[in-house]
Antibody
Framework: EVQLVQSGAEAKKPGESLRISCKGSGYNFMNYWIAWVRQMPGIGLEYIGVIHPGDSDTRYSPSFQGQVTMSVDKSISTAYLQWSSLKASDTAMYYC??????????????WGQGTLVTVSS | AIQMTQSPSSLSASVGDRVTITCRASQFIRNDLSWYQQKPGRAPKLLIYGASSLQSGVPSRFSGSVSGRDFTLTISSLQPEDLATYYCLQDYNLYTFGQGTKVEIK
């Protein structure tokens, strides 16, 4: 069974750094892009970017370029999303998702349970 | 950037009703669109990909269609467990989610 398990909720202060994780299991982690998605309180879903675990190729949404950094540690089948200096506006639920392909069609077929990040002084 | 305009933003329907949700793309995106269901407090779940292909395990009352730049998610007979917010997602150029449609049960 494909599973993505994310790290637990975080409470941080503005200016602090943070890294959250997403561990894949039940499939070949190296072969599937991992996407990150933000959901601010009461708001819809926003695409942050995707990363390929095999070669760490990354594609960021222009809205998030320079605001966050995606990385992977393929030795432990884990993807990361990190901030160097958090802002209150980073308060949100963050999801990782696996990108799958079939017949030139792509979609996010498995999702992590989400990591709630709260930034407050 | 491709914009996805989803409507309505919310709807209320009775069990057994036929429900239709629409996403309009700002440009042609072929059939590069998927639909997701997000129940309260849960992660999104894939329902439809390629505009009209039903994901394995998803009830057959869910269906998707496309006409030009207009994409439709239909629930043929609304069930109580369909209480959720539904999102479209285009992957023709990067990715863009629709704003979401909250479905409530009367």
């Amino acid at each position: 069974e494909v599973q993505l398990v994310q790290s637990g909720a975080e409470a941080k202060k503005p200016g602090e750094s943070l890294r959250i994780s997403c561990k894949g299991s039940g499939y070949n982690f190296m072969n599937y892009w991992i996407a990150w998605v933000r959901q601010m309180p009461g708001i819809g879903l926003e695409y942050i970017g995707v990363i390929h675990p095999g070669d760490s190729d990354t594609r960021y949404s222009p809205s998030f370029q320079g605001q966050v950094t995606m990385s992977v540690d393929k030795s432990i089948s884990t993807a990361y999303l990190q901030w160097s200096s958090l802002k209150a506006s980073d308060t949100a639920m963050y999801y990782c998702a696996r990108r799958d392909f079939t017949s030139l069609l792509e979609f996010f077929d498995s999702w992590g349970q989400g990591t709630l990040v709260t930034v407050s002084s | 950037a491709i914009q996805m305009t989803q409507s309505p933003s919310s709807l209320s329907a009775s069990v057994g009703d036929r429900v239709t949700i629409t996403c309009r793309a700002s440009q042609f995106i072929r059939n590069d669109l998927s639909w997701y269901q997000q129940k309260p407090g849960r992660a999104p779940k894939l329902l439809i990909y390629g505009a009209s292909s039903l994901q394995s395990g998803v009830p057959s009352r869910f269906s998707g269609s496309v006409s030009g730049r207009d994409f439709t998610l239909t629930i043929s007979s609304l069930q109580p467990e369909d209480l959720a917010t539904y999102y479209c997602l285009q992957d023709y150029n990067l990715y863009t989610f629709g704003q979401g449609t909250k479905v409530e049960i009367k």
